[in-house]
């Protein structure tokens, strides 16, 4: 067991006015499993990129440790795999390789295929078995839960809850939940260390809003009745003062020196009211600083004339002479939110894509209702480049709006005069969600909307769902995001 101490650390990217980290300190140890979260943009990547040296910081950063980051880059993806693991681990004990495989359910025979050739999941497998082989290193996790089915996701997770010396960057909250003992959050104006998985650190900071709510509404009144008597009691000090030269109703002439006294008496508890008031203020301020705003969203789905919108009927999909998919049966009814699922390669995508009207080689039948309006929302989303207004003119929609939506899904206001190309890849999948929230539509089609997209931006967009329940057909690994919306799982 050893610690990384993290020190007074500040960072801004060059040329950038904002620092992603200022003056931050905590520390971790090295035996840990643990969760980092925070939402887009917050700097999770960032860290661990100044965790491996690759930019200049203030403060200091200690280690014992070596840091391995996931995934690691494969230059040559058609060399065999066992090549591969043998170039990143060199002193690679065959027998100890297989062993992690095996733990992670890959076959051996893929350490003898081109790289190229695993699929999404294997990759990822044979990724992390290689870099836990490492000795004295401590691995740098980086949302390895992207494009991996469930039965995948599982396998990933149980994996990692045997290991130790870790830092895990997933949005996956069930995920999160199998295998990690500590949580590394990037708050709004702090960054702060739990023991515990993501459901301890969400309730812990749940109850610690609700309190802190509760207490600035408990302050802002006291500070509305403080100010409300300092002002009273300011006032008859002053009308005190002034009967100094007066005389009383009798026609006896005024204690002058009374009178003063008891102005001077209410005055003093006048400015004793002012500093309880200062001292509330100042009590007030530090409450809500990293009380994450979830404004909610809004969608206007279109009402079909017929309750019946898509039907497949024995289709089967391939792309030149692989089949991909066969003799997939099913509807989508208005008012559905049905879920695709099975495993990578199954075809979901494929599927997804015809319903849309991509022109792919099929048997069977796929029958359409007449002037359907489809909003699609596609796994990829490397064509993004460019500003958001000419984006938003470009896809046809309210510009206003499209913005008003990405504000409430965390999107700073400096991010819309950058390009869309050096946006996160968090932040580029909200701008395709953001696009088709503003689209009006009967079907909402969505294949792995959540890839890269932080918990509470999840949660939003849950309870969209869940308050306008539109039409929706969409492919989505996060199981707690599908037991919550999807009305019905159909499986490829």
Not at 30 to 58: A, I
Not at 106 to 127: C, H, I, M, W
Not at 273 to 299: C, Y
Not at 446 to 454: A, H, Q, S, T
């Amino acid at each position: 067991m050893s610690v990384i101490q993290v020190s007074d650390l500040t960072f801004a990217y060059e040329g950038s006015y904002d620092n992603i980290f200022e003056h931050a300190s905590f520390q971790l140890d090295t035996d840990w499993r643990l969760g980092f979260t925070g939402r887009n943009g917050r700097g999770k990547t960032t860290f661990m990129n100044l965790l491996l040296g690759k930019y200049e910081y203030s403060g200091t950063i200690s280690a014992s440790v070596d840091f391995e980051y996931f995934p690691f880059p494969v230059e040559d993806k058609e060399a065999n795999t066992l090549d591969i693991v043998e170039g990143a681990v060199p002193d690679l004990q065959l027998w100890e390789l297989m062993r992690e495989l095996s733990l992670l359910e890959v076959s051996d025979d893929v350490l003898y295929r081109p790289f190229a050739s695993l699929s999404n999941g294997e990759q990822t497998k044979v990724l992390l078995a290689a870099l836990f082989l490492k000795e004295n290193s401590f691995l740098l996790i980086d949302e390895p839960t992207n494009h991996l089915d469930m039965n995948a996701r599982r396998l990933v997770s149980e994996y990692l809850s045997r290991k130790r010396g870790f830092i895990l960057v997933s949005h996956d909250r069930a995920f999160l939940d199998r295998c990690v003992d500590h949580i590394l959050s990037i708050n709004k104006t702090t960054i702060e260390v739990q023991k515990g998985n993501f459901s301890d650190w969400w309730d812990n900071k749940e109850r610690r809003d609700s309190y802190e709510l509760a207490e600035n509404e408990r302050l802002r009144k006291d500070i509305r009745r403080l100010e409300d008597s300092a002002r009273q009691k300011s006032g008859w000090s002053h009308e005190v003062e002034k009967t100094k030269n007066g005389t009383r109703n009798s026609g006896s002439k005024l204690d002058k020196g009374y009178v003063g006294h008891k102005a001077a008496k209410m005055m003093k508890r006048s400015k004793s009211i002012e500093q309880r008031q200062q001292s509330a203020i100042e009590e007030k301020s530090g409450l809500l600083k990293d009380l994450e705003s979830s404004e909610s969203l809004k969608l206007s789905p279109l009402l079909y004339h017929k309750s019946r919108l898509v039907e497949l009927d024995n289709v089967s999909i391939a792309y030149g002479e692989r089949l991909i998919c066969e003799d997939i049966s099913f509807s989508v009814d208005q008012g559905e939110r049905i879920a695709l699922s099975g495993k990578n390669g199954s075809g979901k995508s494929s599927v997804l894509k015809l319903i849309c009207g991509e022109s792919l080689a099929h048997t069977g039948t796929l029958r359409m209702g007449s002037q359907l309006r489809i909003s699609y929302v596609s796994q990829d989303t490397s064509d993004l480049k460019g500003d958001l207004s000419g984006y938003a003119r470009d896809c046809g929609i309210n510009e206003s709006l499209f913005k008003s939506i990405l504000r409430k899904l965390d999107f700073a206001r400096v991010q819309f005069e950058k390009d869309m190309a050096s946006y996160s890849g968090g932040q580029k999948k909200k701008v395709l969600i953001a696009r088709s929230l503003c689209e009006k539509a009967h079907l909402y089609i969505w294949d792995e909307p959540l890839n890269f997209i932080d918990v509470l931006s999840r949660m939003q967009i849950e309870e969209l769902l869940l308050e306008y329940q539109p039409t929706l057909l969409f492919v989505e690994h996060d199981s707690e995001f599908r037991r919550n919306v999807a009305t019905r799982v159909i499986e490829i």
